[in-house]
């Protein structure tokens, strides 16, 4: 402690610490993200044996399998567990996650979030997105293309190098970030020609071409293997609708992707649409009454939909 010359106390500052070394900081980030990886192969194997022991069949995606493939001597760090299921098993599958203490979030038709206090979450998938066919034949056509790999001293079931990559070019049409980027890129350099023949022979099974060869398309030498695999290329709006906000009702309506996934995502959006708060906003928004009655909701609701196909127009 300080005084000044009128007797007032005051703290002298402290002096600053020295900025840690780049290669300090570098090596310190590197050690955390062992820590997240490590402790995602953890809770990956932990959550495969338990469902096993129940009699369950699921196959790893992403993750540690992509880690296996694509990055064998590097780190990466996974934030959830992505599993797959057959269809005849995925109810089984959402009880044993009950019982193990994990509760369902989000449901995008194709999966189903599920977390837990102190949990790494859980993606159950019962399929794949933006595929026109049904899970049940999605099933069939990746069950044959499983193999195991070994992730602290446990085998897990994972996909392929030619399943793997139409995975890879799904979930690049779904978020194009550079991590996403990396692994396509990736799959392009260390894929040989016979696995992209059957990564092409899978996408078509499972109406997935259409989303191979736009992610094909996107990372450098990518449009060369789409050319020789003869897939035409797909722009990113030819792409198929898997949700209403990505189209017009028509389009959406009309989309080949499967119908039980379409059905969810306009269940989803009819909720965040028809919520009161939403209507609510909406409403005041607009210099609307705000709804008071599910007859007002309605109208307002109405109101909604009509602004929304005719942006321009003015309120009366």
């Not at 996403?180 to 020609?193: G, H, I, K, N, T």
């Amino acid at each position: 402690m300080i005084r000044s010359m009128d007797g007032s106390a005051w703290m002298a500052d402290e002096p600053e610490e020295p900025e840690e070394p780049e290669d300090v900081r570098a090596a310190r980030q590197a050690g955390f993200v062992r820590l997240l990886m490590r402790r995602n192969q953890q809770d990956s194997v932990d959550v495969v044996v338990e469902l096993r022991s129940r009699g369950l069949s699921p196959v790893l995606l992403k993750g540690v399998a992509t880690r296996e493939l694509l990055y064998p001597s590097e780190v990466r760090r996974s934030g959830d567990v992505d599993l797959l299921v057959a269809p005849s098993e995925h109810r089984a599958c959402r009880r044993a996650l009950a019982d193990l203490g994990f509760s369902m979030g989000r449901n995008d038709g194709h999966a189903s979030s599920w977390g837990a206090a102190g949990q790494t979450p859980v993606d159950l998938h019962r399929t794949l997105p933006r595929c026109g066919a049904s899970a049940r034949r999605v099933w069939r056509a990746l069950a044959e293309h499983r193999t195991t790999i070994t992730v602290l001293g446990s085998e897990l079931t994972v996909l392929d190098g030619p399943a793997m990559a139409v995975h890879l070019a799904i979930h690049l049409t779904q978020t194009t970030e550079d991590r996403q980027l990396e692994d396509m890129r990736r799959a392009v350099a260390v894929l040989s020609p016979e696995e992209w023949s059957g990564a092409a022979a899978i996408a078509r099974r499972i109406g997935a071409s259409a989303s191979l060869s736009w992610a094909l398309d996107q990372v450098a030498g990518g449009t060369e293997v789409r050319r020789s695999l003869g897939l035409a290329a797909v722009s990113r709006e030819q792409l198929p609708v898997t949700k209403p906000s990505e189209a017009g009702l028509v389009t959406f309506l009309t989309s080949p992707v499967h119908w039980r996934q379409r059905t969810v995502a306009l269940a989803n959006a009819t909720r965040r649409v028809t919520s009161r708060e939403s209507l609510t906003t909406w409403a005041r928004t607009h210099g609307r009454p705000q709804p008071t009655t599910t007859a007002g909701s309605i109208a307002t609701l109405v109101a909604r939909a009509w602004h929304h196909l005719h942006p321009g127009a003015k309120a009366r």
